[in-house]
């Protein structure tokens, strides 16, 4: 446990010298606790429990790749979000109506700062790592939701399958 929180305070302070201003809001995730907040689409994975690890790559032609998968519900996914691109992207998970609404928000605050267990903001040429727990059946999305990336395509769909569709 000593031993994590010490990495995590590394990575913390690495990733502060290695971003610039404006993201300061951005730090903290890798010294908090898990958090338990049920949403409609899960909830943040315990990273000793994930079952999988699932790269996803963002690129400046407003893709991820891949932009579909499928998980059975109950899985702990580890993501490992990597932008090979120019530009700042992030991977937003959600229901398509939240990830709408909160696209729109960014629009009209391109410079809100947001962080949330769900979203993995992903500097130029950097890899961050999310985990993320599927406790519901059914599809939902990730988006990116830098201004102009989600309506340009940068959308995604996991399907979440209970025991029975899976077979
Ligand atoms: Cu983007």
């Not at 702990?76 to 991977?91: A, D």
């Amino acid at each position: 446990m000593f031993r994590q929180l010490v990495i995590a305070g590394f990575l913390a302070a690495s990733a502060f010298q290695a971003q610039g201003h404006g993201d300061t809001a951005h730090k903290k995730k890798a010294a908090r606790p898990i958090s338990t907040e049920e949403t409609s689409f899960g909830r943040e994975g315990d990273p000793k429990k994930a079952v999988r690890t699932v790269r996803v790559d963002m690129s400046d032609k407003m893709r991820f790749s891949p932009d579909s998968l499928q998980v059975k519900v109950g899985d702990t996914v580890r993501f490992q979000v990597k932008n090979s691109g120019q530009v700042m992207h992030e991977m937003v998970l959600g229901t398509m109506d939240e990830l709408k609404k909160h696209a729109e928000l960014m629009k009209k605050h391109p410079t809100m700062e947001h962080d949330e267990p769900y979203m993995a903001h992903v500097a130029p040429g950097k890899t961050e790592t999310m985990v993320w727990q599927f406790t519901k059946a059914g599809e939902f999305y990730y988006g990116c939701l830098v201004p102009g990336h989600f309506e340009a395509g940068m959308i995604g769909k996991v399907r979440v399958l209970t025991a029975e569709n899976r077979k």
